[in-house]
């Protein structure tokens, strides 16, 4: 089964016909909504609102582990999470969407694993290519299905918040390597890992990034919401095709 998490501006999927919702106990605690399933466009998927369904859960207070060991226990196989970010690199400019290939983690005291404990052995991942291939794959020929454009392969930048970042950290990031910046990234990509789910991410570049461009001396707050609308009209059509792979086998 295919799951889409969403993030800031997409708390619930537009053309998602609901045929059920389930709570989920986990032994982590509430995850951040019940997990709905519904038909889009005729095909199912399962769906969980990072942030809750009224967006009033920060970044660094996201229940990760709660919310990918649900998807797992639902039978979910397969991850699309939708991230909506600041751009770093010249062409990662607003309005675009992102194929992220590769990550650096800069949170802290996030509940990062699964594997902690008296009762667990020591585990170590792999993670030397952090998103799925396949569900990279996947959301790409998507986008052609549709003719959305996508910029692929990226590095994101995964940001304590829940403020957004200084000029100078952005430098510092850029340095790093870094394309693009967001709040949610880490632990979820790791978690996802961890349980085996084949999970990649789809970025909305919504601002320059603090001290570039239109954001040199600060970013207008004020000015993310109409051009995340108008992205995600295009996500929404990136998961539909996407929908449609993972239906017809």
């Not at 639902?74 to 675009?96: E, H, K, L, M, Y």
């Not at 290519?129 to 454009?149: F, K, N, Q």
């Amino acid at each position: 089964m295919l799951a889409i998490i969403g993030g800031s501006g997409l708390s619930r999927l537009g053309g998602l016909v609901v045929t059920a919702r389930r709570a989920v106990r986990t032994p982590y605690g509430e995850p951040s909504c019940p997990v709905t399933f519904g038909e889009l466009d005729g095909c199912p998927v399962a769906f969980l609102a990072r942030h809750g369904y009224g967006h009033t859960i920060a970044p660094h207070e996201v229940n990760y582990r709660a919310n990918i060991w649900a998807l797992r226990e639902v039978g979910v196989t397969q991850v699309i999470a939708i991230a909506s970010v600041g751009g770093i690199r010249t062409d990662c400019v607003p309005g675009v969407l992102v194929l992220p290939d590769q990550i650096i983690d800069y949170t802290w005291g996030r509940d990062c694993t699964f594997f902690e404990g008296a009762d667990q052995s020591v585990q170590h991942v792999d993670f030397t290519e952090p998103y799925s291939g396949a569900v990279r794959t996947l959301i790409a020929r998507s986008a052609a299905d549709c003719g959305e454009p996508l910029i692929d392969r990226a590095t994101y930048a995964a940001t304590q918040g829940p403020r957004l970042e200084s000029a100078a950290e952005i430098r510092r990031l850029a340095r790093d390597g870094c394309d693009l910046v967001g709040m949610t990234g880490m632990p979820e990509a790791g978690l996802a890992r961890e349980l085996a789910l084949d999970y990649a991410a789809l970025a909305v570049v919504v601002n320059p990034a603090a001290g570039l461009g239109a954001s040199e001396h600060g970013i207008r707050l004020d000015a993310l919401k109409g051009t995340l609308e108008t992205a995600l009209a295009r996500v929404q059509r990136v998961l539909v095709a996407a929908a449609h792979r993972v239906a017809g086998g």
